[in-house]
């Protein structure tokens, strides 16, 4: 069973969890989340779920993107 959030990251297709796992692969060197990538737009529809900090949601965000990546990996 999928709730709201969950579906955030499932409904996303293996080219653009791609993408956002190279942004983040690039932003890891400059230590800067950009601001128009992948990762801030997640956690955009993440907080209009649950309006909680936006600094915790980036490293949730981020979790979650590994997460589903390594999940469509092994099946």
Request: no cysteine; hydrophobic share 40%.
């Amino acid at each position: 069973m999928e709730n709201e959030l969950t579906k955030i990251f499932s409904n996303l297709s293996d080219a653009q969890i791609r993408e956002a796992v190279i942004e983040m692969k690039e932003d890891e060197e400059s230590g800067i989340i950009r601001s128009e990538g992948w990762v801030r737009r997640l956690t955009k529809q993440v907080h209009e779920i649950t309006d909680q900090p936006v600094s915790t949601l980036l490293f949730l965000t981020q979790t979650n993107l590994f997460r589903e990546a390594a999940f469509r990996f092994v099946k």
